[in-house]
């Protein structure tokens, strides 16, 4: 019978090494609620903010709602869900106008919701949008 081969000091240490590094992929993919599947969107209106800080042509991502929120030239406000539609990720990065999914690098158009870069193929979730008091306000698509 043949000798089985032993670890090496450098093999346990580089597995050891990497272990931890394993486990920071599947917290950035998990649920935001740790329920294992994140909301597409707010169950409920929640207040983003104040109107001022989305710039028309431009958007602004408000990671603790999960929500994007983006003002077309004509002055209009437009607001997505952030989690994408390929693994249900928090997106956590907003760059221009393209939100960049931390799990797998699709990216999504903040001004449309419309995907720009694979893996995802469906849009991200539209969610209703208004101004009140001079502060936003998104929830529930009507």
Do not use: W
């Amino acid at each position: 019978m043949p000798a089985r081969p032993t670890a090496t000091r450098r093999t346990v240490l580089r597995g050891a090494a990497l272990t931890p590094v394993a486990g920071l992929g599947l917290a950035a993919c998990s649920a935001v609620d740790g329920s294992g599947a994140a909301p597409a969107t707010p169950t409920a209106p929640v207040a983003l903010g104040a109107e001022s800080e989305v710039t028309t042509g431009g958007a602004k991502l408000y990671r603790d709602q999960n929500v994007v929120v983006s003002r077309a030239a004509d002055g209009s406000l437009k607001a997505y869900s952030t989690i994408c539609t390929h693994a249900g990720c928090a997106i956590n990065k907003l760059s221009g106008t393209t939100l960049v999914c931390p799990c797998h690098g699709s990216e999504f158009d903040a001004i449309t919701g419309k995907v720009v870069q694979a893996p995802a193929t469906e849009p991200l979730h539209e969610l209703s949008v208004e101004v009140k008091g001079g502060r936003i306000v998104a929830g529930p698509a009507a």
